[in-house]
């Protein structure tokens, strides 16, 4: 299914997948957080035959097909295979002036899952059939790939500011070290061939899964072809710096440009709801006043005291605590594992939590209880071993 793979991804680690720009065609990790970009190894002087970081800009949009070229493009959607962990999966990115942006099909729209960007970003969930409008890291992830030009076309317009680093030796080439400076203070280097002036990596650094730590990575771009007269890569690799191990990759298949888009294809889809939906918004709205969350939770189970509410709370709860509100999520957790006492997914759920908010051996107390509601649960027993003192 479209998009399915990414979706799924997605949904489950809080990531959320963006392409660098242009130039760089493929998909790729955005990633949660992250300020600063990782350091380049093998750096050595600028050359003295080009002497700015807009020089730089200048041949590198020279060499990927021209100004004009690049102002003719109003729409984009790519189409390929995301892989991550030997698994694969179709996915799409579609972007369309000035600033909107769908990880799905705009053509097509899945029914499951889709995360997007109109003006302020939005996650919609199929089931149980929210639309978030997200802020924090997860916002933050979302428009670091915004525009369909690059961070590095335009880049004044976009608020950003470019520095020249030097040269580094990427795959054995020489390649100019610029780092961009995002209007949030993120920052990612790009780096561009002192011979082809092509981008042929970036480096930054973003965290992999929606609570882990932030991990120095490097997606390195290649298989450049030829789409309306502009030069785009179709193969994006991601590793991560310390240890070389691949993260994900997207071959691109097809990139379709200019095709008649209009903004409410990049917008989430409007739903009839139901009460639980409008539940889950309203505590969603609440989340950074924890006493409220409990509040209106305790109100609607009184009046719909035959409604199974704890899925909801659980994903619900999820979605707090990726917006960097634990306090909240926790208080509205321990409530749905106090009224759902026999379910292991309550229970692993509120120890997510207390571990996201530091109360680590409150943490793996539920995480313990989880395995004896349901022994082969296998993300409690990661957990568990994850929390194990080093020998």
Do not use: C
């Not at 909107?100 to 499951?112: A, C, F, I, N, Q």
């Not at 916002?139 to 580094?168: E, F």
């Amino acid at each position: 299914m479209v998009t399915h793979m990414i979706a799924m991804k997605s949904a489950a680690l809080g990531l959320v997948l963006a392409s660098t720009g242009l130039a760089s065609a493929g998909l790729a990790s955005a990633g949660l957080a992250g300020s600063n970009a990782a350091a380049a190894p093998h750096q050595t002087s600028t050359p003295a035959a080009v002497a700015s970081a807009d020089a730089i800009i200048d041949r590198y949009i020279a060499a990927i097909g021209g100004q004009k070229n690049l102002d003719a493009i109003q729409s984009m959607i790519i189409r390929g295979t995301y892989t991550e962990n030997g698994q694969s999966g179709s996915g799409v990115l579609a972007r369309m002036r000035p600033f909107y942006k769908l990880v799905g099909d705009p053509l097509k729209r899945s029914t499951e899952f889709e995360e997007g960007y109109d003006g302020s970003a939005w996650e919609f969930y199929g089931d149980p059939g929210i639309v978030l409008r997200t802020a924090g890291p997860a916002s933050a992830a979302a428009r670091h790939g915004l525009y369909i030009l690059g961070n590095l076309v335009d880049y004044k317009r976009q608020g950003s500011s470019v520095t020249l680093k030097g040269v580094a030796k990427i795959d054995g080439r020489d390649a100019y070290q610029l780092r961009v400076r995002m209007l949030d203070g993120f920052e990612q280097d790009e780096f561009i061939d002192a011979k082809s002036w092509l981008v042929i990596a970036d480096r930054k650094v973003a965290k992999v899964h929606a609570f882990g730590v932030d991990v120095p990575s490097e997606t390195r771009w290649s298989d450049y072809r030829t789409v309306n007269g502009v030069l785009l890569a179709f193969l994006n690799v991601e590793v991560e710096i310390a240890s070389g191990k691949e993260l994900n990759r997207f071959q691109t298949d097809r990139i379709d440009v200019n095709l008649i888009l209009s903004p409410s294809q990049f917008m989430p889809p409007r739903l009839e709801r139901t009460p639980v939906q409008v539940l889950m918004d309203q505590i969603f709205q609440e989340r950074e006043d924890a006493d409220a969350v409990r509040w209106t939770y305790h109100d609607f189970r009184n009046a719909y005291s035959d409604t199974d509410t704890e899925a909801a709370m659980e994903i619900i709860g999820y979605q707090m605590l990726k917006m960097g509100d634990p306090s909240a999520a926790t208080a509205l957790l321990e409530d749905n594992r106090r009224d759902y006492p026999d379910s292991a997914a309550a229970h692993f759920g509120l120890a997510r939590a207390y571990r996201s908010a530091g109360r680590l051996g409150e943490a793996r107390a539920e995480f313990e209880r989880t395995l004896a509601l349901e022994p082969k649960h296998q993300r409690a027993q990661t957990a568990l071993a994850e929390m194990a003192p080093a020998r």
